[in-house]
């Protein structure tokens, strides 16, 4: 296979394709994707190619000027400051880049000039090499030095490998990071005020149920496995990748995945999913759940039931042609999600409802177990008779839980001793 996100001199952008950092800081974290000291590198040895790709055309094509004549727009920095901010003499207010070049003191290292508007390209290029630290609040940072979070719900024994933790203390006035990492047979639990507005990156999760019930900012579900996730509304985007066999359950502004394999999106968004590339047997189904607290949550990140384009995915990069990569979940496969915890709200439905024949399956479902229970009423069954039959009945559900691994979903429920509405806090 040809890597596309190769570039021409060899070098990609840090690779998501190994392990994690360690919560204890080790050097075991072989993940660039995750570690700020590659974003670093990388920026500051492809520093001089950037700031070139910002060049107003003729600063490129006027062969008569050299280098140290370039000069580099304000708009060109402005751009940049996408990718670098930063403080002045380590206080505690983050600015944009343009913002801190344009201050005074800087002006001699940086080459501003107040006539052109401009910045000395050799003179901008040095002050930001000697300039760039790694991301003090970034996922490193977070991992290393972080708050550990603790989490409602938790199943003694297998958390030592996971890490959970937040960087909400030491970041002044940008928004916070909450990373969940290799969390193994868990129902997690949490809603409160540490994810309102929240950059939450999840990583290598396995066979767990995981309740977010907060506004968010953005959420990263990276190389997860037979797991559910269910978000509080999500200002931002949600990103899957590289995920087997998980369902996310979410009303977000925008959805994306790739190299996805198995997976199903229950939600209600405005606009249309992003399928990318590497996808295989996704299932898109509508939005179904609800907690009490979820409309409010929507108003808060400016999100409402309409329009909803959950049914019509966008395929952004088709592989070879295959239109196959998803399908629409069939009503018939279609049940409601119960989120099993107390809270305090108004919500007591799926917002907007659901489309008329996923209702009507539900509908026809019901219909079933109410003719089941007056036919059982009706049959005239002794109390010996009803208490061997209600055995049977119970057995019969227990299989099906064993079988179907649902067992360990409910079993990961039961509350912990001081009560069960810790669940949701």
Avoid at 92 to 107: F, K, N
């Amino acid at each position: 296979k040809v890597s596309l996100r190769r570039s021409l001199i060899g070098e990609e952008w840090p690779s998501p394709r190994t392990k994690s950092p360690s919560l204890t800081g080790k050097s075991t974290s072989e993940n660039k994707n995750w570690n700020d000291q590659d974003h670093r590198a990388f920026v500051q040895s492809h520093l001089s190619d950037m700031l070139e790709l910002l060049l107003e055309p003729e600063q490129l094509t006027a062969s008569s000027h050299s280098t140290r004549s370039r000069l580099v727009s304000y708009e060109a920095i402005c751009a940049l400051s996408f990718l670098i901010e930063g403080t002045v003499n380590k206080s505690r207010t983050v600015h944009p880049l343009h913002e801190l070049a344009l201050w005074q003191p800087c002006h001699g290292q940086n080459g501003y000039s107040k006539v052109s508007k401009a910045f000395s390209f050799p003179k901008l290029e040095s002050w930001l090499r000697s300039c760039l630290t790694t991301n003090p609040f970034g996922m490193t940072a977070c991992l290393k030095s972080g708050k550990k979070l603790a989490w409602a719900q938790q199943v003694e024994g297998t958390t030592r490998r996971a890490k959970i933790a937040c960087n909400t203390r030491v970041v002044p006035e940008v928004f916070p990071m909450v990373i969940m990492s290799q969390v193994y047979k868990q129902t997690l639990a949490k809603s409160s005020d540490t994810l309102v507005g929240a950059h939450v990156r999840i990583h290598r999760c396995n066979e767990s149920f995981i309740y977010l019930l907060s506004p968010l900012r953005s959420v990263t579900i990276e190389k997860c496995r037979n797991s559910t996730f269910v978000l509080g509304p999500v200002q931002a985007s949600v990103h899957v990748q590289s995920c087997d066999n998980v369902k996310v359950i979410v009303v977000c502004h925008r959805l994306s995945l790739s190299s996805t394999a198995g997976c199903t999106f229950y939600i209600l968004t405005p606009t249309q999913p992003l399928i990318l590339s590497g996808n295989q047997a996704v299932s898109f189904a509508p939005f179904h759940t609800h907690y009490p607290m979820l409309e409010d949550h929507m108003a808060q990140v400016g999100l409402a039931t309409l329009p909803n384009y959950w049914d019509t995915p966008l395929l952004v990069c088709k592989d070879s042609g295959d239109t196959s990569v998803f399908r629409l979940l069939p009503p018939s496969d279609f049940y409601t999600f119960v989120i099993p915890f107390e809270m305090e709200g108004d919500t007591t439905e799926t917002p907007g409802g659901l489309p008329p024949a996923y209702q009507k399956a539900l509908s026809q479902r019901e219909q079933k177990v109410q003719i089941w229970q007056k036919t059982v009423k009706e049959a005239g069954l002794t109390k010996d008779q009803r208490k061997q039959f209600q055995m049977l009945v119970e057995n019969k559900f227990y299989e099906w839980l064993v079988q179907t691994g649902n067992r360990q979903q409910l079993d990961s429920l039961v509350p912990p001793a001081v009560g069960s509405k810790q669940a949701a806090g």
